[in-house]
Each structure stands twice: as C-alpha cells, then as structure tokens.
C-alpha cells in the first residue's frame, strides 16, 4: 500500500532560479535508487510543492536525502483548495489514521508569498483542535512536528487574497542542502574563474547518476568544480584540460583581493579540503580535441561544462602540417593555439561520449544558447543517445544556457553526428554576448543623459 507525502522545494539558490531543475532531478534520482514513486495531481513548476505517493519512509528519505532542489518532506495529512474542504479532509485523514497520540508534538505555522501574525498563528493551531493530540507540546525537540501551510500564489509581491492551497503534515525529513553551504565557493581553497557553482554541481551529479565506486570523467575540467561534487557521493573522479596554468594553479588568483595564488592550489587540494582525495584519480593537461584516450576505456558519467569564450575560452592545439627540419624544440615546449569552434567541441563531446561511455551512462553538460535561435530540434542528437533531460537556465533576456541530459542506449558507434548544432548558430555564441551586453550598455547610457537633462533643467527653473 502506497502512502501519500508533500515534497517541499527550495525556492531559488542565489540567482539561480530551481523551478526548470526539479522535475529532472527527481526523475534520475528515482531511476538511480529503484523506488517506486507517482505523482498526485497536478505537477506545476510555479508551485513550491508536489504531492506524490511512495511504499513507505525509508524510500521517501532515500530520495529527499539526495535532492539538491527540496527543502524537506511531510507525511501528508491534509490537502484542500478551500478551508472547509482542506479541515475535512484532515478529519477524515485523522480519523482512519494510527498515531501516537501521547507523543510530545510541535506545529509550525508557515505561509509562501505572505505574512502570517503571531496572533493569526495562534488561531490557525486553535482551529485543529479536533487533532486530539494527548501528548505535551515540546519546542524544541518534539517527537513530532507538524507543518500547517497556507500557500498565497507564487508571484512576489501579488499575494492572493485568500489562500490557493492548504496543507498539514507531518515531518519525516529534511534534504542534504547543508552541503552546499559547506562546499561553498566562498571558503574553497582552489577557484578559477568559471568554478561550477557547488547547487549546480550537485544537480549535474545528480543528472549523470553518480554512484558510489562510478568513474566520471570531466574534459574541460578547470577548477575541478564538478570533480568535488562526484566524489562527494563516492565516484572516482578525473578530468583534462588544455590550460596548463590552471591545472597547476599559477593563473592569476580569481578573488580580488589575493594578489597571488596560495602555495599548493589544486584540484586534489580542494578533494583534501573534503576529505574526498581518496577518489582522485588524476588531472592532466591535454587537448580535447585529440584522441589520446584507449579505445576500452569506458566511463560511467561524462559531466562537464565546455568553455563558451566569454570568460573562458576555447581553445585546441593548432595543427601543422610539417614542421622544418632544423626547427628546435624545447624541453618545455608550448605548443601553441587556435580557436576551437563551439559546434566541432559539441559534436567531439557527443563522438567521444558514444565510444567511451558505459552502456546506460550518461552524458551531461551545458549548451550556451541565444534564446531567439532556440529550437530543440537543433539539439545534438545521436542514435547511441537519448536525450532524458533538457533543463535551461536563463543568463540574460537575450541568452541562457541549457542543462542537456543524454543516455547511452546503443553500443553502435558509426553512426553519424545530425548537424543540428549550426541552426543553433553556437559559433557565433560570444559575438552575439557581447554585441547583446553592449547595446544594453549603450541603452543606459543614453537613460542616464536623459536623466542628468531632465535634472540640469528642473534646477534652472527653480533658479530663474
């Protein structure tokens, strides 16, 4: 028999709207434990719950545990778009319910997009005084807690007049977002410049089905962003990357007020900080764009984040023809570079995914997009993959960038690339950035003027 909960969500990290994530970290989460899980009525992205049915507890606390985009979960008690109609659906519930009714309890009163009084709190507990709750009412470590929420609509500043639901429940868990605050960017010892924010690290975690004992692979590792949040769930992790400096930590420090980089920056430092070394297998210096790589090797998650040339760029080994005979090359060679265009990385990252990854393993990464060239028939697409996710997070009104999802399902390698990647005009990417950021800036500019004018005449009148 199935039992009925409320999942709450986090509303928004930082800037970072969670809303287009959650569906897709929910789905893998549940594909990667094997639990049963349904979903209750509607599923709307503007509303900071869902309601769902699962065999029991542990299950629920399984998946809870894992997500990056809940806050907690309720036993779901009662549920109604009216007052009369949630109360008696809460008796109901009650009624038919085993439940310890000597236990010590607690009742939040909580309310989304609305302010609630302690006196209008004190009410609202009042009127659930048919829970004829026997036990002694504890604060601060009650055997159960409760969640009565009233929900006001999801636009800030627009409250409905009444609220659109109500809910009681009772409290089974709460997620691991803790380990976003733990993991912060902030106290990290080794960050560049386009480090992965730790939420955004997790949630691809998350997407690739990282496992404990996996091995993940990042191509354009930087910072090793990504690598900190696998290891984290117990994945071997390793990564390449054409920038040699920032490999060994010799870049320019990317906080503003370091003057130089701290002895000892690196990826395995940043694992050392959490205490994941142990899962590091390696970071080398080396080209995407040349197949260095056996032909059995096989990985179970790729998960990156190619670079887009805005801050970044992006950039493979220039290849020569024939080199002179007497031409000298150092120990320490450099070799030198050449722009490395977005759609040829895109379709290498989907060619070296179709041969190295595991049956099953997924491939993960971000597609920077202009939004009016968008058009999901233009993703890239290959027979050995499926695309299971396909979540966008918006940059700017002119740009985002998409969170593409795929999974191995076919072992066939020769099968062509579709050239989709060129409607997306991707290549043109960071002219379209910076032409974008500039004809904002010009747009201020000339807002500006019009206020300074405004302001010199409204002061000459009042002197003449």
Known sequence: ????????????????????????????????????????????????????????????????????????????????????????????????????????FKINVESFNNHIEMSEKVKKIDALKYLAFKGKVELKNPQNEFYYIEYFGHDKGFATESPLDYIFGRWIVNSNRSIIKEMSLKTRYFIGNTTMDPFLAFLMANQGLVKPHDLVFDPFVGSGGILCACARFGAYVMGTDIDFLMLHGRTKPSRKYEKARKTGESILANLKQYNCDQFYVDALVADFSAEIWSDKLQFDSIICDPPYGVRESNAKVEKKEARKPDAYISVEHYPSTSPYQLSSMFKDLIKFSVKHLKLGGRL?????????????????NHKSLKLVANCEQILSSATSRRLLTYEKISNEIENELDEGLEELCIDNFRQKWFAHAEEKRLKCSKSDDRQRVKKETAQSAIQS
């Open 1 to 104: 028999m199935f039992k009925r909960y409320l999942l709450w969500f986090a509303h928004d990290h930082a800037s970072i709207q969670i809303q287009p994530f959650r569906n897709a970290e929910i789905a893998s989460i549940v594909k990667l434990l094997g639990v049963s899980f349904n979903i209750i009525g509607e599923n709307r992205d503007d509303k900071p719950f869902l309601i769902v049915e699962m065999k029991n507890d542990d299950d629920l606390k399984k998946v809870v545990s894992r997500s990056f985009t809940m806050r907690y979960a309720l036993e779901l008690w009662g549920h109604g778009r009216t007052e009369s109609e949630f109360h008696q659906n809460l008796k109901n519930f009650y009624k038919n319910h085993k439940y310890d009714e000597t236990q010590t």
């Open 364 to 380: 993960v990464f971000w597609l920077p997009i202009y939004r009016e060239d968008y058009s999901e028939k233009s993703l890239p």
